[in-house]
């Protein structure tokens, strides 16, 4: 597996790993989990827009065992045609209930990212105390496939 999405609970060591393509280079939409602590690993569950790689995801301490925030990316239509992912459609799984949710973002008027893949998605590492979380996305690749260098902050409510 290649060029799919990665993110680790750093409270469980379970490491996460959404779509990408396999050794054929066909595009998966499985989300895998990793327990690093007993060397195994299982799909858990099925991204439920389809096959989709070159996305970022982020684990983040919210709900009982975290969620995984997911940005950007390719699409894959069935005849194998590919679309972006918007970049202001935020995919969240929710760990403890295996349960996926989509939000858009909001910010300020007419002034969207643009949509891309291949990015870069980082988060500090969160602590309790910590009322919000932002996430910076910079870089990657637009539609037509030239560098993106404009970067965008993502901040998340704790509660």
Request: aromatic share 8%; charged share 10%.
């Amino acid at each position: 597996m290649y060029n799919g999405a990665s993110a680790i609970s750093p409270l469980t060591g379970v490491a996460y790993y959404l779509g990408g393509l396999d050794s054929s280079s066909r595009p998966t939409g499985n989300l895998v989990a990793y327990d690093t602590t007993r060397t195994n690993s299982s799909i858990i569950s099925q991204f439920p827009l389809g096959p989709i790689y070159g996305s970022s995801m982020v684990w983040l301490p919210l709900s009982t065992q975290g969620i995984l925030l997911h940005v950007g990316g390719l699409l894959t239509n069935p005849d194998g045609s590919t679309l972006n992912n918007p970049v202001r459609k935020v995919n969240i799984y929710d760990i403890a209930s295996s349960s996926w949710y989509t939000q858009i973002t909001s910010g300020e008027a007419n002034v969207n990212p643009v949509d891309r893949s291949y990015m870069c998605l980082v988060t500090p590492s969160p602590n309790a105390s910590q009322t919000h979380w932002e996430i910076v996305l910079i870089g990657g690749a637009n539609p037509g496939n030239q560098p993106v260098d404009a970067g965008w902050v993502l901040s998340i409510p704790s509660e």
